[in-house]
């Protein structure tokens, strides 16, 4: 079994924002939180790069990106060339970060902790912040608690780590020294979004075939049959 099939498409499709909400949430909670010129910003599993170089760009604030898969990071280093932004992109494993301690001001992770293991991600996150940094996770996050059988099936589509109730998610980010942690949806930020959530840009990689399409089917399949599986934004302090 292939544990990295979802993101291996997600890869292949080249896709944007590839988190619920999409790029017009990631503006609004951006906006909300306001990262300075002068700050160090994480983009922690940045994928095609769009919020790291909308962070350069817009906030002007120093970004490093990180991503372990390579078609992401060659996405990334396009778009950063072509939109010339000046990010550090880095090809490294969140779980294991090559940066020192209490480098960032913000980290922003937008669907990636759910892909790793999240206890080891979580201290990872909060080792790279400096004291009362900020930590900006959007996850998907299950409305009730599943059964075992339920989840075992979510981690086989998606190759997460496991399926968390909003609550477990406090637990862990609490239990990992975080403080002051918030919990919104989507919804929290639909008044200051510029735009609605619409569907994102692709860039299709050489290799897109049909088993590509049998792993997107498969995910409209998961949605549809676990309509409890959503997705939370946690905000919360180190
Ligand atoms: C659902 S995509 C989201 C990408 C991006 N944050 C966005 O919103 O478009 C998840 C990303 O996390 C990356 N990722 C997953 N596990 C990772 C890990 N252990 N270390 C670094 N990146 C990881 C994947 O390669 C992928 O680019």
């Known amino acids: 079994m292939n544990d990295q099939k979802y993101l291996d498409f997600l890869a292949k499709l080249g896709i944007s924002s590839a988190h619920p909400g999409g790029f017009p949430l990631t503006k609004a909670l951006l906006d909300s939180i306001k990262p300075n010129a002068a700050e160090h910003v994480l983009d922690v599993g940045c994928g095609t790069g769009e919020t790291s170089v909308?962070?350069?760009k817009h906030f002007k604030c120093n970004v490093v990106a990180v991503d372990k898969h390579p078609a992401m990071i060659e996405h990334?280093?396009?778009r950063a060339a072509w939109e010339q932004a000046p990010i550090t992109l880095l090809q490294a494993d969140v779980e294991h970060l090559p940066l020192s301690s209490e480098m960032?001001?913000?980290?922003?992770a937008e669907s990636v902790t759910v892909f790793t293991?999240?206890?080891?991600t979580l201290q990872e996150y909060y080792r790279v912040l400096k004291p009362k940094g900020c930590l900006l996770d959007i996850e998907m996050t299950s409305d009730y608690k599943l059964r075992p059988e339920e989840i075992a099936e979510i981690k086989r589509v998606y190759?997460?780590?496991?399926?968390?109730?909003?609550?477990?998610?406090v637990e862990?980010?609490?239990?990992?020294?975080f403080k002051e942690v918030k919990v919104y949806?989507?919804?929290d930020f639909l008044q200051s979004m510029t735009e609605l959530p619409s569907v994102p840009a692709i860039e299709l990689s050489q290799g897109f075939d049909a088993e590509a399409f049998e792993i997107w089917l498969e995910h409209i399949k998961t949605m549809e049959k676990y309509q409890a599986l959503n997705?939370?934004?946690y905000m919360a302090r180190s």
């Open 54 to 56: 909308y962070l350069a």
């Open 76 to 78: 990334a280093k396009k």
């Open 104 to 108: 960032f001001d913000k980290v922003i």
């Open 117 to 120: 293991n999240i206890e080891q």
């Open 159 to 169: 190759g997460v780590h496991n399926v968390l109730t909003t609550e477990e998610w």
């Open 172 to 177: 862990q980010l609490q239990q990992t020294g």
């Open 185 to 187: 949806n989507g919804l």
């Open 231 to 233: 997705y939370r934004i």
